[in-house]
Nanobody
Framework: QVQLVESGGGLVQPGGSLRLSCAAS????????MKWSRQVSGKERELVAS????????NYADSVKGRFTISRDNAKNTVYLQMNSLKPEDTAVYYC?????????WGKGTLVTVSS
């Protein structure tokens, strides 16, 4: 079955960096668009970034453009989110997700806290 496992979250000071990873299994990773989203408790989940199967197309939310970079390694079935110049408002649980055979799949998320 499809599994998505996020890692790399933690506590970081404003202006700092983190790299999130999402290990995928159970589907043909190299054929799927992969996405990162985030959610703050009590708010709607926000799409942060997406990447096409061959990494040709990458899209970002306006709130993270120029600071976050999404990438993938199809040989390792892993998608990454490099987050630089982090701000307190980036604090959230970050999820990776994909759509496969008409269904959306989500990982359990990894918590990113940006605070001094």
């Amino acid at each position: 079955q499809v599994q998505l496992v996020e890692s790399g979250g933690g506590l970081v000071q404003p202006g700092g960096s983190l790299r999130l990873s999402c290990a995928a299994s159970g589907f043909t990773f190299s054929s799927n668009v992969m996405k990162w989203s985030r959610q703050v408790s009590g708010k709607e989940r926000e799409l942060v970034a997406s990447i096409s199967p061959a990494s040709i197309f990458r899209n970002y939310a306006d709130s993270v453009k120029g600071r976050f970079t999404i990438s993938r390694d199809n040989a390792k079935n892993t998608v990454y989110l490099q987050m630089n110049s982090l701000k307190p408002e980036d604090t959230a649980v970050y999820y990776c997700n994909t759509r496969d055979s008409g269904m959306d799949y989500w990982g359990k998320g990894t918590l990113v806290t940006v605070s001094s």
